[in-house]
């Protein structure tokens, strides 16, 4: 996709989750124009939250279905078994903006947080690979997560409200043991304490909160449990909740 469209630059990122009752983390990389971004997080059970993002690469490396991550206290090392995404484009004005999402992903590895290793095994992961030419002010809600189903299926989601989200042919998404399906609109708590069917309970939550003049940024994302309903399936799980508004 060209650098730009009219006067709107491109905005793209990867960001992968991987979501198992021990610990939740995320990592990815973006980028608006020319200026990039990268980020961990790591939330533990106990409300524990380590993060870290930077505009240099700082040991983070999202290369093909590989995740790596080299800090201080943590290292993670994750190979994904990408399949079954979800793939979407929408018009923004006179241009479009485009999303693949996969939820339920297979992931193999491990994480060592200050000393102690957490082996990772299992279709716990989700992952967003985003780009386009937004409007200059965005706002979104988004919620992604895995879990079981009440009968012991593997289950994984990608809920949104505010981008992709036209009634049909949109990224809302349910999987069930790899197989996804499209759902109908949702709608969050303002407060992200439920979405659709799903009530949540936050574990923490990774916040920023930056003015450039240019360049705006509302940002709040907790990790946490799930427990409800979607589309007739019962399910358990764990995941993130999101709301976003910027001005880029």
């Given at each position: 996709?060209?650098?730009?469209?009219?006067?709107?630059?491109?905005?793209?990122?990867?960001?992968?989750?991987?979501?198992?009752?021990?610990?939740?983390?995320?990592?990815?990389?973006?980028?608006?124009?020319?200026?990039?971004?990268?980020?961990?997080?790591?939330?533990?059970?106990?409300?524990?939250?380590?993060?870290?993002?930077?505009?240099?690469?700082?040991?983070?490396?999202?290369?093909?279905?590989?995740?790596?991550?080299?800090?201080?206290?943590?290292?993670?090392?994750?190979?994904?078994?990408?399949?079954?995404?979800?793939?979407?484009?929408?018009?923004?004005?006179?241009?479009?903006?485009?999303?693949?999402?996969?939820?339920?992903?297979?992931?193999?590895?491990?994480?060592?947080?200050?000393?102690?290793?957490?082996?990772?095994?299992?279709?716990?992961?989700?992952?967003?690979?985003?780009?386009?030419?937004?409007?200059?002010?965005?706002?979104?809600?988004?919620?992604?997560?895995?879990?079981?189903?009440?009968?012991?299926?593997?289950?994984?989601?990608?809920?949104?409200?505010?981008?992709?989200?036209?009634?049909?042919?949109?990224?809302?998404?349910?999987?069930?043991?790899?197989?996804?399906?499209?759902?109908?609109?949702?709608?969050?708590?303002?407060d992200l304490s439920s979405v659709a069917g799903l009530r949540f309970t936050e574990w923490s939550t990774r916040e920023d909160h930056t003015n450039l003049l240019l360049f705006r940024s509302d940002y709040r994302q907790p990790f946490?449990?799930?427990?409800?309903?979607?589309?007739?399936?019962?399910?358990?799980?764990?995941?993130?909740?999101?709301?976003?508004?910027?001005?880029?």
């Amino acid at each position: 996709m060209p650098g730009r469209a009219g006067r709107r630059l491109l905005k793209r990122w990867r960001y992968v989750g991987v979501f198992t009752p021990e610990l939740m983390l995320c990592v990815g990389e973006a980028r608006v124009g020319p200026l990039p971004l990268r980020w961990w997080a790591v939330a533990l059970p106990d409300g524990s939250l380590f993060e870290r993002s930077s505009n240099a690469r700082g040991g983070i490396s999202l290369e093909a279905s590989h995740v790596s991550v080299v800090a201080e206290h943590l290292r993670v090392e994750l190979e994904l078994e990408e399949r079954s995404a979800v793939e979407t484009a929408s018009p923004a004005g006179k241009s479009y903006t485009w999303t693949r999402k996969q939820a339920g992903v297979p992931v193999r590895g491990s994480v060592t947080l200050g000393g102690r290793k957490h082996l990772i095994d299992g279709p716990v992961a989700v992952v967003d690979d985003s780009a386009g030419y937004h409007p200059r002010h965005t706002h979104w809600k988004w919620s992604a997560g895995v879990g079981r189903t009440s009968d012991g299926a593997a289950v994984g989601w990608n809920l949104v409200d505010g981008i992709h989200d036209a009634e049909g042919a949109s990224e809302r998404s349910l999987w069930v043991d790899g197989e996804p399906r499209e759902l109908g609109p949702v709608e969050f708590a303002d407060d992200l304490s439920s979405v659709a069917g799903l009530r949540f309970t936050e574990w923490s939550t990774r916040e920023d909160h930056t003015n450039l003049l240019l360049f705006r940024s509302d940002y709040r994302q907790p990790f946490g449990t799930f427990e409800g309903e979607l589309d007739g399936v019962r399910l358990e799980g764990h995941g993130v909740m999101e709301e976003h508004q910027v001005l880029w």
